[in-house]
Nanobody, 128 residues
Framework: VQLQASGGGSVQAGDSLRLSCAAS????????MSWFRQAPGKEREFVAA???????????YYADSVKGRFTISRDNAKNTVYLQMNSLKPEDTAVYYC???????????????????WGQGTKVTVSS
């Protein structure tokens, strides 16, 4: 699976951005798809995840710092996952990475070492 992240940019606090992560090589309908971010001088951290349930719906997970502002979604026809980011804050400044894995369950969605496939990252800068 190859992942191509895009949509980053420089915005003002309070603005919105939508990141995209296009997958190729495999259909990722059943894969856990997630976003992580790494701010300057900090470790990479979990942002959001989407996993397929037994009933073919999708569960979503969010870091507390983005809950209520960010939304992860998927377009299976395009093999793409999105991260809609609203009410952006300067502390959201980071390089955002998408990640995918076929076999992630439960709380493993939060753990970056559980993901096999990674995109190249897209930079988001939020100015105050």
């Amino acid at each position: 699976v190859q992942l191509q992240a895009s949509g980053g940019g420089s915005v003002q606090a309070g603005d919105s951005l939508r990141l995209s992560c296009a997958a190729s090589g495999r259909t990722v309908t059943t894969y856990a798809m997630s976003w992580f971010r790494q701010a300057p001088g900090k470790e990479r951290e979990f942002v959001a995840a989407s996993t397929r349930s037994l009933w073919s719906t999708y569960n979503t997970y969010y870091a507390d710092s983005v809950k209520g502002r960010f939304t992860i979604s998927r377009d299976n026809a395009k093999n793409t996952v999105y991260l809609q980011m609203n009410s952006l804050k300067p502390e959201d400044t980071a390089v955002y990475y998408c990640a995918a894995d076929r076999d992630i369950k439960g709380s493993d969605v939060y753990k970056e070492d559980k993901y096999l496939y990674w995109g190249q990252g897209t930079k988001v800068t939020v100015s105050s």
